[in-house]
T-cell receptor, first 111, second 113 residues
Framework: QKEVEQNSGPLSVPEGAIASLNCTYSDRVSQSFFWYRQYSGKSPELIMSIYSNGDKEDGRFTAQLNKASQYVSLLIRDSQPSDSATYLCAVNHYTGNQFYFGTGTSLTVIP | SQTIHQWPATLVQPVGSPLSLECTVEGTSNPNLYWYRQAAGRGLQLLFYSVGIGQISSEVPQNLSASRPQDRQFILSSKKLLLSDSGFYLC????????????FGPGTRLTVL
């Protein structure tokens, strides 16, 4: 079983809509959760981190964490064409330096 | 502010040739450093990480090696490249604190022919 699983997509949403990206993880000791955005040919860029259950908002982005159900999600409100990218979910255990990355969800925002 | 550099940006090498990729971090001290590889259409694979000078942990057995000769310098090497070594090599760093936020460099795209 993979540590972190994401729907590879592609996910297409119209401009101005809400994009919802989901991620599940297998290890209950996971403590830190991250969302990265990766444009084609570029390196991943950290956009959100979340450590406790609930929602965390930063501008148009909201990360949601549910440790009991072992999932973390990212909502992008008022989606823009510039949000078109692959979004990587990553989890980390406090006990080690190992980051586990999902394979990413490709998002396309249609003007 | 902190900055991470990687070079070269692009590299084309023949099979069996050596490899040296360099990563440096500016604006912080004693960072944790990481080497990842991202093959085409695949996820990020952690290759090595280092929590201090001379301290290297390997996550995947392969023909690659890593060294950390200085606090903010991390080098990825190979004596003989394989076709399967092609990919996007990413260096990352974090503060070594409990938040564990990792920040990536611009990457090196390696093609082995």
């Amino acid at each position: 079983q993979k540590e972190v699983e994401q729907n590879s997509g592609p996910l297409s949403v119209p401009e101005g809509a809400i994009a919802s990206l989901n991620c599940t993880y297998s290890d209950r000791v996971s403590q830190s959760f991250f969302w990265y955005r990766q444009y084609s040919g570029k390196s991943p860029e950290l956009i959100m981190s979340i450590y406790s259950n609930g929602d965390k908002e930063d501008g148009r982005f909201t990360a949601q964490l549910n440790k009991a159900s072992q999932y973390v999600s990212l909502l992008i409100r008022d989606s823009q064409p510039s949000d078109s990218a692959t979004y990587l979910c990553a989890v980390n255990h406090y006990t080690g330096n190992q980051f586990y990355f999902g394979t990413g969800t490709s998002l396309t925002v249609i003007p | 502010s902190q900055t991470i550099h990687q070079w070269p940006a692009t590299l084309v090498q023949p099979v069996g040739s050596p490899l040296s990729l360099e990563c440096t971090v500016e604006g912080t001290s004693n960072p944790n450093l990481y080497w990842y590889r991202q093959a085409a259409g695949r996820g990020l694979q952690l290759l090595f990480y280092s929590v201090g000078i001379g301290q290297i942990s390997s996550e995947v057995p392969q023909n690659l090696s890593a060294s950390r000769p200085q606090d903010r310098q991390f080098i990825l090497s190979s004596k003989k490249l394989l076709l399967s070594d092609s990919g996007f090599y990413l260096c990352a760093w974090d503060y070594g604190d409990s938040y564990n936020e990792q920040f990536f460099g611009p990457g090196t795209r390696l093609t082995v022919l």
